[in-house]
Structure formats: C-alpha cells, structure tokens
C-alpha cells in the first residue's frame, strides 16, 4: 500500500522542500530549491526518493555547444556529476532551451549530445544517463550517475 504521508525532502544545501504530490510507483517529479538547485526525485516504495540534481551555471559553456542554443534568450544553464567505475566524479554541463523543447548534454571531450521533446532540464538528464550507461553496447565507457543509487537508510519522502 502505498504511503500517503508528505514528509518533506532535504536539499544538499540543507534547505527543507515539501514532497510534491503523487503516489504511483516509478513516477518521477521535480522540485526547485531557493539555493536554484533542481531536484530530481522517484517515487519508489512510497516514498520520493532524490535520484539527482542539477546545479545552476552563471553561464553558458562556450566549447561545444550549438550556438543555437547558446544564444537563445530563455536557455538554463546546469551541471551535474557522474561517477565511472573507478569513483572518478566528473561534470556533466546540460544547456537547455524551454521554448524549443531541447537539450544539449556535454561531458568531458564527447560531443554533446542532442535532444528533443525535452521539457525540463531534469529530463535531459535522465535521458542522457540512460544513453550514456548504455555505454559497452555503444561503445561508450560504463558508468553510474554519482546520485543514481538509492541512498542508505530510510526512504527521504514520502
């Protein structure tokens, strides 16, 4: 049965945000923070559970990205961390554009990826984790997303 109880959820920055409504399992949710972080949150087990979040830029990074995007008056500018297989942490930088619906998603030395039909910079991100962890079959190297694994201890929300 699933919990209907809101328990309000902990930004990195220690910043407590309500949990948003919602209850079907495997649902996902976003959540904005005062300190202009964007949670992303799962609901697993009943609970909302922080699957990543996504750090504001001051500004656009210039190598790689289209100048399409770059120059675009409503593009958000993000970061977030990955973890490869050997616990090395490194920067994803994501540049999104609301108004037409894209993302690109730059990490280290690869061309950026390209997507469309985005709505939020939080779904740019899950779609570029599930390309990037194909990673073998694509001949990419494997990684894990440095806040993918559910966290120790009880669920966050719920």
């Known amino acids: 049965m699933e919990n209907s109880k809101m328990v309000p959820l902990a930004c990195p920055c220690g910043r407590t945000l309500d949990s948003p409504p919602g209850h079907v399992p495997g649902a996902s949710a976003e959540l904005a923070c005062g300190c202009g972080r964007l949670l992303d949150l799962e609901r697993f087990d009943g609970a909302w ?34 973890q490869d297989i050997a616990l ?24 950026p990826l ?8 939080a779904e740019a991100r899950r779609r570029w984790i ?23 201890g009880p669920p966050l929300g719920g």
Do not use: C, N, Y
């Open 49 to 82: 559970l922080i699957r990543g979040e996504l750090v504001p830029e001051r500004s656009v990074p210039i190598g790689g990205f289209s100048l399409e995007l770059r120059l675009r008056f409503d593009v958000q500018r993000w970061w977030f961390e990955i």
């Open 130 to 152: 599930d390309w990037f962890e194909a990673g073998p079959r694509a001949g990419r190297p494997a990684v894990r997303s440095f806040r993918r694994t559910f966290p120790s």
């Open 114 to 121: 390209r997507l469309t039909g985005i709505a939020s910079a």
């Open 88 to 111: 090395r942490r490194t920067i994803v930088h994501v540049v999104f554009s609301p108004g037409l619906g894209v993302a690109e998603v730059k990490h280290s030395d690869l061309k």
